[in-house]
């Protein structure tokens, strides 16, 4: 009998023995892979990041392109075209792009002459980006709200100028 009661005993302290580091080494290396878990989806979403960036730094660049363009357009830049005519163009211009909700020719005083869509009502002379371009520069205002019809837009402007 002694002997039984020492087997127990050496079993017990056999899967202590063992048991204990295990259980050490388990846990350890749940802390690493969740550690390198987390480093992982950092280090992807930081390339997301830098994705979105450049699609976004991208759809500018074309609208400036798209700008430049329609500001050189011979009907729109011409003192001969009429109202009409200017309207006309501008309208296929949101029609074929497809990238613009609305598209405003306003004079120098900040008064809207043609708007494809009259869907930005307010002031524009005292805005940053009608500033600039009056002043001869491209400007692309900071993404906002407006509320009728609520979106959330960004406006570019551009200087036109007579082709006279």
Known sequence: MPSTNIEK???????????????????SSITRTEKEIE??????????????????????????????????????????STIESIEEELRKVVSEYGKYDDITLIDMNGDV??????????EWKNKE??????QGHISISDAHIITNPFKLVVIITTPIYNQQ
């Open 129 to 134: 980006w009608f500033i600039d371009a009056a």
């Open 113 to 122: 002459l043609i708007s494809t869509a009259y869907n930005y009502r307010g």
């Open 9 to 27: 005993k050496l079993t017990v302290l056999f899967l202590l023995v063992s048991i204990i580091p295990i259980m050490i080494f388990y846990s």
């Open 39 to 80: 480093k992982e989806l950092g280090k992807n979403l930081e390339q997301h990041a830098v994705q979105i960036a450049k699609v976004i730094d991208t759809f500018f660049a074309e609208r400036q392109g798209d700008l430049q363009l329609l500001a050189k357009n011979k009907i729109i830049s011409s003192e001969q």
